[in-house]
Each structure stands twice: as C-alpha cells, then as structure tokens.
Nanobody
Framework: QVQLVESGGGLVQPGGSLRLSCAAS????????MGWYRQAPGKQRELVAT???????NYTDSVKGRFTISRDNTKNMVYLQMNSLKPEDTAVYFC?????????WGRGTQVTVSS
C-alpha cells in the first residue's frame, strides 16, 4: 500500500539547481522520518538527507549547505532542493521511508550534473 514516486530529476549544469519531489501514498509523511538516498554508477547507495516527524534534518557532509530536505504535509510530499550542484552529485536519487511493517523505496529519479 505504501508507494513513493520521485520526480524532478534531469540534466543540469554545474552550479545549477534542481528540486526533487517525492509523492507518498499509503503513509502520512508528517508522522514518519523520510529520507533521500542516491546511488552513482559503481558505488553503493548512500544517505543524502533525512527529515523526522519533528522536522529535524540531517545531511551527509558532502551536501551540507547546498541541499535542503523539506515536507509539505498538505500535499503529503517530501522535497530535496539541490543547489550549487557538482558533477559528483550525479546519481539516481531515491526517496525512502519506513514504518513498523517495512522499509519502502521509490524507483528513483536520475540527476545528471554536466556541462
């Protein structure tokens, strides 16, 4: 029943910005921690950012000051605003959450940072 659908990825030049969206169904995002992960070719999936039900946020060091995770409770969505993008940010970005029954992932959205 829980479904996460990412959108907003694309091709952007270094220094540019993208806003990723995660539309959630079957779960109320305001009541759970939500996260964004990414996976680059040949690398393991890594945690990018999290936001708790209390809106506490956490970021991996490489994106601090550049990325912002947020929620819109009315729309039941979570976002990742990505600024000052670098080529090393290129990856498939995944939305993630969990409840007492399991862990859930979206299918991912591709972000490519290249001139």
């Amino acid at each position: 029943q829980v479904q996460l659908v990412e959108s907003g990825g694309g091709l952007v030049q270094p220094g540019g910005s993208l806003r990723l969206s995660c539309a959630a169904s079957g779960i109320i995002v305001s009541l759970h921690s939500m996260g964004w992960y990414r996976q680059a070719p040949g690398k393991q999936r890594e945690l990018v950012a999290t936001i708790t039900a209390g809106r506490t946020t956490n970021y991996t060091d490489s994106v601090k000051g550049r990325f912002t995770i947020s929620r819109d409770n009315t729309k039941n969505m979570v976002y990742l605003q990505m600024n000052s993008l670098k080529p090393e940010d290129t990856a498939v970005y995944f939305c993630n959450t969990k409840n007492v029954l399991g862990v859930y992932w979206g299918r991912g959205t591709q972000v490519t940072v290249s001139s």
